[in-house]
Each structure stands twice: as C-alpha cells, then as structure tokens.
C-alpha cells in the first residue's frame, strides 16, 4: 500500500522568501516520486522527479527537493519566491512496478507583493 | 507539439444526459488516464489504459465508461450523468506507468444540474 501526505494545505510567503512544501509518503517498497503544479484553469506540469538517482533533484523555476528516506520526505524547497510561483502543488508517490500513482491533495501557495 | 489535448473545457449537463469527453495525445504514449478533481483534493483515477484496445478500472469507475481503438484517442463516456459527477476532469498520458511523468490536459469543467 502507498500514500502521501501534503503536511499543509496552504502557505503564503512574501515574494523575495523561501519557499518550503511539505510532503511525507508512505510505501512498501522504492518508490518514484514527483512534484506538479497546477496554475488556474490549467493542467497539472511535472516540476520535478526523483526515480532513486541523486537524493537532491533540481526542477524546473529553481524549484528542487530532497529525498530523505529515513524520514520518508519529499519536501519541496525554492529560496526566493516570485509572484508566478502562486499556484497549486501536487506531491505523488507512485510504485514504479504496479504502476499505481496516489496523488497528494495538494498545497495552495500564495504569494505576497 | 500539442501533447495531450481535452474537448470541450467546459460543458452544462442535465441530470440524466450522456456525454464523451474528448482526449487526444501526439506523443505516442503507450498509457493514458482519466482523472476527477473535486474541490480541495488531489486527483482520482477513473479509469486508465496500457495501449490501444486494453482499458481498466481505477479508484472511481463507477458511471463512466472508456475505450482505446487507437493510441492517440482515450474517450471518457457518461452514461447518465448525475449531481456527483460535477468535476474538473483531466486526461494523461506517459511513457510508462509508474517511473515516468504523466503529462496532463488543461481539463474539461463539468457541471451536472
């Protein structure tokens, strides 16, 4: 069985600060995990993914997040937001194997002028 | 390149119509997905296919039909539409299913009155 957990369901961060989303999973085994956004009215577009290479992987906008399995995390982190970050953010955990994918029920960033 | 592309974006039912969402995808992608979003959650599968003529059931079938005569096209069917099935609904494909990004539709906005 897999799951995820998106730790907070909405955050707001002045434009110029770190931006930090959390997300925890659950799984019985190695999975793939991704971070998507959805802008209003729009589809959701991959940011980043990690596929059990390099534990810190870099996405698209400067986004980037880290992989700690003993704390079963996949956080995403930028160091400055900017007003086109404000958006929804979708953590996935996904067994590379069965196939199945579990998406998270999303964060809300809103960013500050 | 248009990669997956839903019709129409936006549609009124009455309770009891039928309907076909429109997906269509020029990658070339062996797997493709329907998902529902509602209101403050992340997405539920309803149905997915692994190639042309193979479909099967997700979280959320029940009320919706599908089918895959072609690689490119993955149809969405509402048989009897009904208040419930008031959504945002969005198409996927990807490469593999699980290791591999999906990449998603701009959605169809469905609302059942």
């Known amino acids: 069985a897999q799951s995820v957990t998106q730790l907070d369901s909405h955050v707001s961060v002045s434009e110029g600060t770190p931006v930090l989303l959390r997300c925890n999973y659950s799984s019985s085994y190695s999975p793939s995990l991704f971070w998507y956004v959805q802008h209003p009215n729009k589809g959701l577009q991959l940011l980043l993914k990690?596929?059990?290479?390099?534990?810190l992987v870099k996405g698209i906008n400067g986004f980037e997040a880290e992989f700690k399995k003993s704390e079963t995390s996949f956080h995403l982190t930028k160091p400055s937001a900017h007003m086109s970050d404000a958006a929804e953010y979708f953590c996935?955990?996904?067994?590379?194997?069965?196939?199945?994918?579990?998406f998270g029920d999303g964060t809300t960033l809103t960013v500050k002028p | 390149n248009a990669g997956v592309t839903q019709t129409p974006k936006f549609r009124i039912l009455k309770i009891g119509q039928s309907m076909t969402l429109q997906c269509t995808q020029d990658?070339?992608?062996?797997?493709m997905y329907w998902y529902r979003q509602d209101p403050g959650m992340g997405l539920k599968l309803i149905y997915y296919?692994?190639?042309?003529?193979?479909?099967d059931k997700g979280e959320v079938p029940n009320g919706y039909n599908v089918s895959r005569s072609t690689t490119e096209d993955f149809p969405l069917r509402l048989e009897l539409a009904a208040p419930s099935q008031t959504s945002v609904y969005f198409c996927?494909?990807?490469?593999?299913?699980?290791?591999?990004?999906?990449?998603f539709g701009d959605g169809t906005r469905l609302s059942i009155l």
């Open positions: 996935v955990v996904s067994d590379p194997v069965a196939g199945k994918s579990t």
């Open positions: 996927a494909s990807s490469r593999d299913r699980g290791s591999q990004p999906q990449h």
């Open positions: 990690y596929t059990s290479a390099a534990t």
């Open positions: 990658m070339n992608h062996n797997y």
């Open positions: 296919s692994v190639g042309a003529g193979i479909t």
